[in-house]
């Protein structure tokens, strides 16, 4: 099931279409976006069909990244982690739950804003959104992949948002793009009129 919402950050109810497909194939994306003329920005995970629909569109697509989906590979990575022994404190300075914690630092920041104007959301993330965006890079960059200590899962984790900097830094070049995609979890359970005439 393909599901495709507009922003949470635009206002009023949501558009909230779901496709049904056999495949999770990339001809999905060019039908529903490509084909109908679509210009503008898509929140999603790393998917690669994303980066292809993006790379396809000349410019009139563009993706931007989902913190949702970098936080979750934190979080496995934590729960493989043996922990016995540790200390709250030991954990604490784990890279997985450090990096887990500058995540959750990131959406403490952000989460009220989205009930903020456009304008007003963006002067309020430039001063305390980005800097804990900022800090959680330089977090990971920091890191010594080589570290024998890491596991697959952590360095997963980091990998996977160190590819994705980029697309997960763009809600802070634009009031209207939200910081991940999780909106499209909840939009049709919150209206049930939207699934009735979706379904």
């Not at 993706?63 to 043996?82: D, E």
Request: proline share 5%; net charge negative; charged share 25%.
């Amino acid at each position: 099931m393909w599901v495709h919402t507009t922003s949470e950050l635009f206002g009023g109810n949501p558009i909230v279409v779901f496709n049904y497909e056999l495949t999770r194939s990339t001809d999905h994306l060019r039908d529903f976006y490509l084909k109908n003329g679509y210009h503008g920005m898509i929140t999603s995970d790393a998917y690669v069909s994303y980066g292809l629909l993006e790379e396809e569109s000349d410019g009139d697509i563009t993706g931007t990244g989902c913190f949702m989906h970098s936080r979750r590979r934190f979080v496995v990575a934590i729960l493989v982690r043996n922990l016995k022994g540790l200390s709250p404190e030991a954990v604490k300075h784990l890279p997985e739950y450090r990096s887990q914690s500058l995540i959750d630092a990131i959406y403490d920041a952000e989460t009220p804003l989205k009930r903020l104007p456009g304008q007003e959301r963006m002067e309020r993330r430039n001063t305390e959104v980005r800097p804990k965006v900022d800090a959680f890079f330089e977090y990971l960059h920091s890191l010594d992949m080589d570290d024998p200590s890491y596991s697959d899962r952590l360095r997963d984790a980091v990998s996977y948002s160190l590819h994705q900097e980029t697309r997960l830094r763009m809600f802070l070049k634009d009031a209207s793009i939200p910081m991940d995609n999780g909106h499209c979890l909840s939009s049709g359970l919150e209206n049930p009129q939207v699934l009735e005439k979706t379904a």
